[in-house]
């Protein structure tokens, strides 16, 4: 079963959760509209499942994808914060698709600046959550806070893997509109879950995506070399950015297969710049940016990339998935 870790779901009206005007208008935002022909559409959450749910559905070779939710900026006292938040995806709401829908698996979020968080993360394990999901520079969380400690142990102790961007963050906006928060996508900061026993799948493989971003994707691999239980994650490797191809062509070889999971980071865009690439390698990604399903896509040009198939078993082993029935005795 191959499955796709990292698929981002976005309540646009109050129905799942919330966007704020600026990431709306972002042309971020805007582009991912294009790229999904939604460009001159309605666009509420309905539009956004039926486009997510269709792609899934349709996909071929992708067996599973986990839709993420997005849990808000909390302040100081713990208390959720609308005006700092960009981008909010309800735990209840993606709990809820992956009832609805057997493709469709549970990716949580929980802010651990909520007062409630102990509490909250118990629940969406409860509710089967796979995996949960933090963007550290959008939801203003400080990997490195130790105030987080006994968060960690309980992720460490129920078996859930946190899923952190780090490195360059170019579509969700920071919290409370705060040019500092981009520093909490910093890998460093990863070693104190990584200490608490955490698995911990470190999002794009660290890698910057244009020329001007900051690159800390030497220091990360040498933080994967020395955490046993630091994993990363393939999304967002087919952006159309000749800087990240060129990057990814260097790299590819780099990273320990054996620690690479599966991802898309649909539903921004799978049209990869063939700059760098040569001879039949070059002809084959080629052919792979023809596949019409983008998650199929995505699938088929890191596979023409050179990344591993390994990285499908370590999805599998990575998640907290439901136990498999034991089979019936003959
Ligand atoms: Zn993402």
Not at 101 to 130: I, T, Y
Not at 257 to 265: A, M, T, V
Request: charged content about 25%; proline content about 7%.
């Amino acid at each position: 079963m191959i499955i796709d870790c990292h698929v981002h779901f976005a309540g646009i009206d109050g129905v799942g959760g919330y966007i704020s005007r600026k990431f709306k208008w972002s042309p971020s935002f805007l582009m991912m509209r294009h790229f999904t022909g939604h460009l001159f559409k309605k666009i509420d959450t309905q539009a956004v499942l039926n486009h997510l749910l269709e792609t899934l559905n349709r996909a071929e070779k992708v067996d599973r994808a986990v839709f993420l939710a997005l849990d808000e900026v909390y302040d100081a006292e713990g208390n959720p914060s609308a005006q700092g938040t960009h981008l909010h995806a309800a735990n209840d709401f993606v709990a809820g698709l992956a009832r609805d829908h057997e493709k469709v698996l549970f990716g949580a979020s929980v802010n651990p600046n909520r007062k409630d968080a102990l509490d909250e993360l118990d629940r969406v394990a409860e509710m089967g959550a796979v995996l949960v999901k933090w963007l550290p520079s959008a939801q203003g969380i400080d990997c490195a806070d130790t105030r987080f400690v006994p968060f960690y142990r309980k992720l460490a102790d129920l078996g859930l893997p946190l899923l952190p961007h780090v490195g360059a963050e170019h579509t969700i906006p920071v919290a409370w509109g705060r040019r500092d928060m981009k520093d909490l996508n910093h890998p460093a900061r990863l070693e104190l879950p990584l200490d608490q026993g955490v698995k911990v799948v470190a999002a794009h493989c660290c890698l910057p995506v244009f020329w001007w971003d900051p690159n800390h994707s030497a220091e990360f691999l040498s933080l994967m070399l020395s955490y046993r239980n630091l994993y990363a994650d393939v999304s967002a490797m087919t952006l159309p950015s000749g800087f990240r191809a060129r990057t990814i062509k260097r790299m590819v070889g780099e990273f320990p297969p054996d620690r690479l999971l599966f991802g898309s980071d649909y539903p921004i865009p799978v049209n990869p710049s063939l700059r760098g690439w040569k001879g039949e390698q070059r002809e084959r990604i080629k052919r792979a940016k023809a596949v019409a399903n983008p998650m199929d896509r995505n699938l088929e040009l890191l596979l023409a990339m050179g990344f591993s198939e390994q990285m499908f078993a370590t999805t599998r082993q990575v998640l907290r998935l439901p136990a498999e029935p034991a089979p019936a005795e003959a």
